[in-house]
Each structure stands twice: as structure tokens, then as C-alpha cells.
């Protein structure tokens, strides 16, 4: 049974940059898409970004383009959500899934191990 725990999260201002983590343990996912997706209060789960088993494809929506960055360190058994230019938009839970390959990267019912999520607050 594998797992997934993310950390970084933590309370900044506007323009300011964060990484999250995300650590997996108890089976490999290193053949596995992880991705990132965020919920704010009252809002539903959406998708931020994606990379393949190998790194050699990412995937990122439209709004934190240009602004995050996801990678992965496959001998670490860990993935990393770089933020840059955060904005007060940018709040939310973000939470780390894997998902096996081949499934629609940007849906969550393609993922499928969760870790427990992690705050980040951007202030204006």
C-alpha cells in the first residue's frame, strides 16, 4: 500500500516563491504520472500540473503556467510543485496524487493514491 505525503506549504505574501514536496513511500511510483491539484474553501479540486514516469512530459492549466514548475526525482521517490509569483488566487490545499499511465492527467478520478494535502495562504 503505497503513500503519499506532501510538505512545503506554509503562509506568504503575494510575488513570493514556495516548493512543495511530495513523498512517496511503501511501493515505487516511479512508473507512475504524479501530479498536483489544488481546492480552495467552497471551490472543487482542480488540476495545476502533471509529469510523466520518466520526466519528460509535463502538464500544467493555464492559470499557474509560466509560474510553477512540477519535477521529479525518481531515486528519491519524491515530486516537487516549484511556485513562483505566487498569487492570493494561488490559496488552496494542494495535494499530491499518482496515477498510472495512460489516464486523462488532467481529471482526478485518473489518480489514483492521494496524500493528505498541504496549506498554502498567499497574502496579498
Known amino acids: 500500500q503505497g503513500q503519499l505525503v506532501e510538505s512545503g506549504g506554509d503562509s506568504v505574501q503575494a510575488g513570493d516563491s514556495q516548493r512543495l514536496s511530495c513523498a512517496a513511500s511503501?511501493?515505487?511510483?516511479?512508473?507512475?504520472?504524479m501530479g498536483w491539484f489544488r481546492q480552495a474553501p467552497g471551490k472543487e479540486r482542480e488540476f495545476v500540473a502533471a509529469?510523466?514516469?520518466?520526466?519528460?512530459?509535463?502538464y500544467y492549466a493555464d492559470s499557474v503556467k509560466g509560474r510553477f514548475t512540477i519535477s521529479r526525482d525518481n531515486a528519491k521517490n519524491t515530486v516537487y510543485l516549484q511556485m513562483n509569483s505566487l498569487k492570493p488566487d494561488d490559496s488552496a490545499v494542494y495535494y499530491c496524487?499518482?496515477?498510472?499511465?495512460?489516464?486523462?492527467?488532467?481529471?482526478?478520478?485518473?489518480?489514483?493514491?492521494w496524500g493528505q494535502g498541504t496549506q498554502v495562504t498567499v497574502s496579498s
Open positions: 496524487a499518482a496515477g498510472r499511465p495512460g489516464g486523462s492527467i488532467r481529471e482526478s478520478s485518473a489518480y489514483d493514491y
Open positions: 509529469i510523466s514516469w520518466s520526466g519528460g512530459s509535463t
Open positions: 511503501g511501493r515505487t511510483f516511479n512508473w507512475y504520472t
